[in-house]
C-alpha cells in the first residue's frame, strides 16, 4: 500500500506537468506550476528527505511559484494574460518527450541503485559540502540562473517594444545620427 502513495504523487505531478504546458492562461499555467513543485516536495517528504521537502516548499512553492504570479499579474494586462501559442508541432514534442522518457527509463533500469538511498548528512554538514566541497559548482549554476534571468529580461524587453511599435503606440522618439542641419 505504502507505493501506492509514491504512485498516486507520481501522477499527479505528471498531470501537473502536462498542464503547465498546455495551458494558455498564463496566470493558470503558473498555478499548475506551483501545483507540481508541492508534489515535488511531497515525494521528497515520501522518500524519507524532509529537508529537500522544506526547502522545495519554502524556496519553489512560497518564493518562485509567488513571485511568478506577481510577475504575471503586474507585467500582463488582465484582459490579454493568455500566451499566444503557435506552434503546430505538437506530434514532435510528443515523440521527443517519449524519446526522452525511453532514454531516461533505460539509463535508471540499467542502474545499479543502492539498497538505501536515505540521506546519512545532516544540515550542518550539507551546509558545510555546498559551501566547501562544491562551491564552484554551486557558484557556476547561480551565474547560470543570473544569465537566465538577464536573459529573460532581454527576450521580454525586445518583444515589449515590437509591440509597441506594431500597435503604434507612444515609442521612444528615432534618433538619427550622421545627419547635418543641411540635409
Known amino acids: 500500500m505504502s507505493n501506492a502513495w509514491f504512485w498516486l504523487l507520481a501522477a499527479a505531478l ?12 498564463l496566470v493558470r499555467a503558473v498555478l499548475w506550476l506551483a501545483l507540481g513543485l508541492l508534489l515535488t ?3 521528497y517528504a515520501y522518500l524519507d528527505a524532509p529537508f529537500l521537502a522544506g526547502v522545495q516548499v519554502l524556496t519553489y512553492v512560497g518564493g518562485v511559484a509567488t513571485l511568478m504570479v506577481f510577475g504575471v499579474m503586474v507585467t500582463r494586462r488582465h484582459t490579454s494574460a493568455s500566451a499566444e501559442a503557435s ?11 517519449l524519446g526522452v522518457f525511453a532514454l531516461l527509463a533505460t539509463a535508471i533500469l540499467k542502474t545499479d541503485l543502492p539498497e538505501s538511498s536515505v540521506p546519512t548528512q545532516t544540515t ?3 551546509g558545510r559540502a555546498l559551501l566547501d566541497t562544491y562551491l564552484l559548482a554551486f557558484e ?6 543570473l544569465a537566465a534571468i538577464v536573459g529573460a529580461v532581454v527576450i521580454a524587453r525586445r518583444r515589449d517594444v515590437e509591440t509597441r511599435e506594431t500597435r503604434g503606440s507612444a515609442t521612444l522618439p528615432s534618433i538619427q545620427v550622421g545627419r547635418t ?3
Open 140 to 145: 557556476a549554476v547561480s551565474l547560470l540562473l
Open 124 to 126: 550542518a554538514e550539507l
Open 41 to 43: 516536495a511531497g515525494l
Open 14 to 25: 505528471c498531470v501537473s506537468a502536462v498542464m503547465v504546458v498546455r495551458s494558455r492562461d
Open 181 to 183: 542641419e543641411a540635409e
Open 87 to 97: 506552434n503546430d508541432s505538437n506530434a514532435v514534442g510528443v515523440l521527443a518527450a
